[in-house]
């Protein structure tokens, strides 16, 4: 015998999921014949190892048996792992001395051939064996919570997560890096489906979240660097100039009025109007202070002007001032960092940019804005005329492989919404072109219904191109849209004064590199990947970051609102916890072995190693630090090891699962050294 | 025939199969058509087709076969190739087309369609360049119009003497010095192709 | 600058214009241009209409002799003029490349033939893309001896050059630039033509007469609602479909089109100060001469002041800005 530990292998049937293809009595009896050298004293298998009948084997054989190691062959870690530790543990042992092998994911569902998965499934429960005999007692560590909270992005998921949060009595610093918040739900006019005054439902959220005891607002401002971890995570963030005195600014805008330049605003009009360069980006912007657009002030350009400081009553315009980095302890961090728009140009045959009167869907909410560049009236880009006919598509640049392959989600609703709008503004003939109608939550469908009423025409077909290359009478000075009607089956081209695109959502341009920020990963599209789609969807694989809204993936208000909620919920959770157990799953350094060469320290995803420059050695936090073992494959000195996973312990695993071949032949011995020559 | 009883007569997946098959490349994507109508909203001659190229996808999947190697549609594809770069999908309509032209001459359905002529130019001008190597124009025309278009050819008359005034007609065909090797290299890629269901169908 | 050139049975002929064109260019750019010995026609659209595997061993034919006979300059170029060579060129070297199934086959058919081909060992590249990546616009306008100022053309592109986009580096499929910005360079006005790529008819004018008119018109039509003085093209089949079924339009539609098509080398050549006929003006349908008269020896003026839009107008989008 190579151990003195009595160790007990559970077999799960998982149903039939595992039953199904892996002969599980076989592989019990195996265990407990074929391993008995090895330590096994009991092996069993049952239905649904999970219940808590099952449990209660395990349980009873710990107490009765006196195991000293579990072996359980079930589902994966991921899902059950914290099961099995519980029922060790109420038996008195310490929960680390369990292990799990999947015999449903690495082997059921991924096998055809039910031998072979039997034999692998015996492979695997020997490697278990194997290692678990190496196993340690561990502690869980704990880390304390700090109270405070940094939410990043001061859109309409970020306000409301940090009033959530504020109104639980914790702070919270919203950082915000346009000069408001209120992200892009303050530019639209109407909200589907009930065509809710966006303003209206909007800014009373920014005031509260503005005037609120325990929020610090940080507009203008960027969020640099994050060290630290859950619990404990120290921001750095960049208040960006904005020449402004905040302390005695009163925000009576004289020096907007007073400001001779004016620019385009391609952030908050989306290119549609234009902004002084000084200016705040709407009237009812939070916080009121407006910002100097250092590239187009007249002063910062040439040294020549100073209209506002001079008009200025409180002396609050200041040239000199400069970026300031402030840092913020919290304990979590919530990002609802948002989207951007697809830009509508990679499409060059729908014609933005080349043609006047076709406008993204950014600008055409602008445009119906009551506070926008033409106060409301939907008209051409001369800004007079009233457009007779007006197209409006769906999908651009969305379930498209040449852009993005995704639905975006929002757009069919909004094209509607644009469709009624139109109507009830100009009363023009108004075309939808669309590949299939998604109008899938609560009182979509009925909003459809109404715009259908309205004698909105809709052609089920994506429209091919946008050209002013007119053809036949009646197209002349025309915008010809061309598609296929595909109820029949022919190639219509509709003449229209105004198009609109319903440009899909992208993930901000520097999702990645704000991930790499974070510590957390995005898909391959750019979005910010939750820690499970459907059952933990604003938390992410590292602990403590939490995302809301459409930095996870395209959504509308109503879901980005309930990510907001969520993620405070979750938020608020940890911080009355108080203090977070962790996974004792670490890597440590051995120093006498580091040889301070840094292979690892970029290598690691959560930022948890940091380099020692005067000791010349590397250094593990072991609360930032999830056991992923990147670090302990990349030392070349083998000088990181880790709890549950030291190089001993993977050698043994390694030995376990080399018994046998596919067809469940021996092909090794077991600790050849103690078989008698 | 209609449409219904074709449809219930051959087995869906199999045509699909079929034209998947005889498409040469990498994946055609057929099958992954979500009838977007990019295709033929995009195509140039789409007005004038029997079937938008959406259409004959969906018959393709229907299993339709003899209405789809009946239709004019892949005839009257100019090869533009407008639909191939803006589908959605990336399916090769393009290259679809062209697999749906052999296997409508292999079956000998193409003589119903409207466009029962096109094969015969192709097939003619196909003759020229196996004899000789090189298209021949004055020969293609007079023999492919006085065919099938005895008056149209001599309307096509006109124009073909202010190609020979202008010195843009041969009225001899130029013959390659290698023709015997093309025309071994020809045979032998007949062969092989007919023996090969990424040909769809060969002569 | 060294290629290997596959004129294409066009160039031989019909579209000697184009040959004689490029010819005389090259000349004067110092691009040496050494002919395929014993190349064979491409199959146009038409063998693969027929039967795909002869069609592929039809091209690859050029192929091989191509690499075999090794004069191609550097990294092995083959330059083809006409679009429809230079797409069954480029299909028949990325379809070898991406399916070794067919690439064996199509090799097995030309080992009868004493011929191998070794896939992607020849770069197949269009005309116009040597003119205008490798000797570059500004080595181009060096050479612009007669500027072609107040000539009003429509660049022309067709399908085949842009679509499918084998070789994408160097074309937008949808709306190119590239030969706009070379005949901007001869001093040409260039007008935003809109059906640029769109499609000539190719074959279509054998196959179903009144629906390659049409095609042909709406070419027409855009290029006189654009005033274009001319049209210009990169292709023999654009150009003889455009040129000289022009008049069967008028006929068909009633309309009175008088638009000459000319190739782009042609109005090259004219700009470098080549004499007219070493660049085969004269063979086409549409006399090209009076829309020639039209070039002034002096650039037109600009207007002094750019007219400010009225101030309630929008603001256009920026149509390169971070693009």
Same mark, same amino acid.
């Given at each position: ?7 007990? !292998?559970y ?30 004293? !009991?092996a ?36 059950h ?8 543990q109420?038996?008195g ?22 031998k ?10 020997a ?8 196993h340690?007692? $561990?502690?869980? $560590? ?5 109270p ?21 009595g ?9 000069p408001s ?17 966006s ?35 120290t ?23 007073k400001?001779p330049?004016?620019v ?5 009009e989306a290119g ?7 200016d ?5 912007? !939070?916080?009121?202070y407006?910002?100097?657009d250092?590239d ?7 040294g ?26 919290v304990?979590?961090?919530?990002l ?10 990679r ?7 080349? $043609?006047a ?19 409301g ?5 001369d ?7 007006v ?5 651009v ?13 929002i757009?069919?609703?909004q ?8 109507k ?15 109008t ?35 197209e ?6 061309q ?19 319903s440009?899909?959502l ?8 704000v ?12 979005w ?7 059952l ?7 602990e ?6 459409a930095?996870q993936?395209?959504k ?10 969520a993620?405070?919920?979750r938020v608020?959770?940890?911080i009355?916890?108080?203090e977070?157990a ?6 440590? !350094? ?12 970029t ?16 250094e ?5 630090c999830q056991?992923?073992?990147t670090?302990?494959?990349?030392c ?11 190089n ?17 032949k ?6 050849p ?5 | ?18 034209v998947i ?5 990498s ?42 190697l ?6 009257y ?5 407008y639909?191939m770069?803006?589908?959605p999908?990336?399916?090769h309509?393009?290259?679809?087309m ?7 001459i ?9 466009a ?26 007079t023999?492919?119009?006085l ?7 001599v ?6 003497l ?9 009225l ?20 092989l ?11 | 600058?060294?290629?290997g050139?596959y ?9 000697i ?8 260019v090259?000349d004067a750019?110092?691009i ?12 146009a ?9 002869p069609?592929?061993a039809?091209v ?11 004069q191609?300059?550097n ?8 679009s ?23 090799n ?13 060992s020849?770069?197949v590249?269009?005309?116009l893309?040597i003119?205008?990546?490798d ?18 053309i429509?660049?022309?592109y067709?399908c ?23 005949m ?10 809109p ?28 290029a ?7 049209i ?5 089949m654009?150009?003889?479909?455009l ?15 008088q ?6 080398t ?10 007219p ?13 009076p ?28 149509l390169?800005?971070?693009?």
């Open positions: 015998m190579s151990t003195k530990e009595k160790i007990g !292998v077999i799960c049937h998982c149903g039939s999921n595992i039953a199904g293809m892996v002969d599980v009595e076989d592989v019990a009896k195996w265990s407990g014949e074929e391993l008995a050298d090895e330590g096994v004293i !009991v069993r298998d049952y239905q649904f190892m999970c219940s808590s009948l099952g449990q209660e084997l395990i349980e009873d054989d710990i107490k009765e048996k006196g195991l000293t190691r579990v072996v359980v062959g079930a589902c994966s870690p991921h899902l792992e914290a099961t099995f530790r519980g029922a060790c109420r038996a042992l310490n929960p680390f001395l369990c292990e799990m092998v999947s015999l449903r994911e690495q082997v059921s569902w991924v096998l055809t051939d039910k072979v998965a039997t034999a692998k499934s015996k492979a695997l429960v490697g278990g064996v194997e290692r678990v005999a190496l340690e007692p $561990l502690e869980p $560590l704990t880390v304390p919570i700090h405070a909270t940094l939410v990043v992005g001061g859109g309409i998921a970020g306000i409301q997560a940090a009033l959530e949060i504020a109104d639980s914790h702070h919270v610093y919203l950082v915000e890096r346009d918040i209120g992200g892009h739900m303050a530019q639209f006019d109407k909200t589907f489906p009930t065509l809710d005054c303003a209206c439902i909007l800014t009373p959220k920014m005031v509260s979240a503005g005037n609120h005891p325990n929020i610090t607002l940080l507009s203008w401002s960027e969020v640099e660097q994050v060290d630290g971890y859950v619990g404990n995570f921001a750095t963030i960049r208040k960006k100039a904005r020449y402004i005195d905040e302390d005695l600014c009163t925000g009576c805008g004289v020096c907007i009025e400001c330049k004016k385009i605003d391609n952030v908050f549609l109007g234009y902004h002084k360069a000084v705040r980006p709407f009237p009812q912007a !939070v916080p009121k407006p910002v100097i250092k187009n002030c007249i002063y910062f350009q040439r020549k002007c100073r209209a506002c400081e001079i008009f200025c009553p409180t002396k609050a315009i200041d040239f000199e001032q400069e970026d300031e980095l402030i840092q913020v302890q304990g979590n961090i919530i609802a960092t948002g989207f951007d728009l697809f830009d509508s140009r499409i060059p045959q729908y014609g933005y940019g080349r $043609l009167n076709v406008f993204t869907s950014l600008e055409f909410e602008r445009m119906c804005n009551a506070a926008g560049p033409t106060n009236q939907v008209v051409l880009r800004g007079v005329t009233q457009p007779k006919s197209a409006i598509v769906h999908c640049g969305s379930r498209d492989k040449n852009y993005n392959s995704y639905c975006s989600n757009c069919c609703m094209s509607l919404k644009f469709a009624h709008l139109v009830e503004r100009t009363g023009a003939e108004v075309y939808n072109f669309y590949i299939d109608m998604r899938i939550f609560k009182d979509y469908e009925e909003f459809y219904q109404k715009v259908l009423s309205e004698g909105v025409h809709f052609i089920r077909g994506r429209v091919a191109e946008i050209t002013d290359a007119a053809r036949e009478p009646g002349e000075d025309k915008l010809i849209v598609a296929e009607d595909t109820f029949i089956g022919k190639q219509r081209r509709i003449p229209v004064d105004m198009v609109v695109l440009a899909g992208e993930p901000r341009s520097d999702s990645k590199e991930g790499h920020t974070f510590g957390i990963s995005c898909s391959m599209n750019g910010f990947t939750e820690k499970h789609p459907k933990d969807p604003v938390a992410t694989m590292t403590g970051i939490f995302i809301a809204g930095c993936g395209p509308d208000i109503p879901a980005s609102v309930a990510q907001g909620a993620a405070a919920a608020l959770g940890r009355n916890q108080g977070l962790l996974e004792p799953v670490r890597a440590s !350094v051995i120093e006498e072995l580091c040889s301070g060469c840094r292979i690892c320290n290598l690691c995803p959560f930022n948890a190693i940091s380099f020692d420059t005067v000791r010349k050695i590397t593990i936090n072991a609360a930032l056991g992923c073992g670090c302990v494959a990349a070349p000195s083998e000088a990181i090891t880790g709890t549950q996973f030291s001993a312990q993977v050698l043994a695993q390694l030995d376990g699962l080399l018994m046998l071949d596919f067809s469940g021996p092909v090794r011995q077991l600790h050294e103690l078989v008698p020559a | 025939m209609s449409a219904q009883s074709s449809a219930s007569r051959a087995s869906p997946s199999s045509f699909i199969d079929e098959a005889a498409t040469p490349g994946d055609p994507h057929l099958d992954l058509c979500v009838q977007c109508g990019t295709c033929g909203g995009s195509c140039p001659s789409g007005p004038d087709m029997e079937h938008t190229p959406r259409q004959l996808f969906a018959m393709i999947n229907a299993g339709m076969k003899e209405d789809v009946r239709s004019n549609t892949p005839w594809c100019v090869s533009c190739y639909c770069v803006r589908c999908q990336d399916v309509i393009t290259d679809i062209y697999s749906l032209k052999r296997m409508a292999k079956e000998g359905m193409f003589q119903e369609s409207t029962a002529d096109a094969p015969d130019f192709s097939e003619t001008f196909i003759d020229f360049v196996e004899q000789y190597g090189r298209s021949f124009e004055l020969g293609l025309a023999r492919y119009h065919k099938h278009h005895p008056l149209g050819a309307k096509m008359a006109g124009f073909g202010g190609m020979l005034l202008r010195g843009r007609m041969d001899t065909p130029t013959k390659i010095e290698g023709i015997a090797q093309l025309k071994t290299i020809l045979a032998r890629a007949k062969e192709g007919a023996d090969s269901s990424k040909n769809g169908g060969g002569q | 600058m060294k290629y050139y004129p294409g049975c066009s160039l031989e002929r019909n579209a214009a184009y040959h004689r064109s490029a010819m005389a090259a750019l110092d040496e241009f050494v002919e395929v010995d014993d190349w064979n026609c491409c199959g659209t038409e063998y693969i209409s027929i039967d795909a595997l069609a592929y039809l690859a034919r050029n192929l091989a002799l191509a690499s075999q006979q090794k191609n300059g990294g092995n170029q083959l330059v083809a003029p006409c429809a060579c230079y797409l069954n060129l480029q299909k028949t070297n990325h379809y070898m490349a991406d399916s070794p199934e067919l690439a064996q086959q199509v097995t058919a030309l080992q009868a033939g004493g011929l191998n081909y070794d896939p992607g020849v770069r590249r269009h005309l893309d003119l205008t990546q000797v570059g616009y500004d080595a181009v306008a060096e050479k612009v001896t007669k500027p072609l100022y107040n000539l009003r429509a660049p022309y067709g085949l050059i842009v679509r499918p986009g084998f070789d994408d580096t160097y074309h937008n499929p949808e709306y190119p630039t590239c030969l706009d910005e070379l901007r360079k001869l001093g040409a006005t260039v007008v935003d033509y059906v640029k790529t769109h499609c000539c008819g190719g074959h279509m004018t054998q196959i179903s007469e009144p629906v390659a008119l049409d095609l042909i018109r709406r070419l027409l039509k855009n006189a609602d654009y005033q274009a003085d001319a210009v093209t990169l292709c023999p654009c150009q003889l479909n040129d000289g079924y022009q008049e069967a339009v008028n006929k068909h539609f009633g309309t009175n089109y638009i000459p098509i000319l190739y782009f042609q109005l090259m050549g004219l700009a470098f100060g080549i004499k006929k070493k660049l085969g003006f004269g063979k086409e349908f549409v006399d090209a001469r829309a020639l008269a039209k070039i002034e020896a002096e650039p037109p003026k600009k207007p002094k002041k750019r007219k400010r839009p009225p101030k309630e107008a929008l603001p256009m989008p920026n390169t800005e971070g693009m």
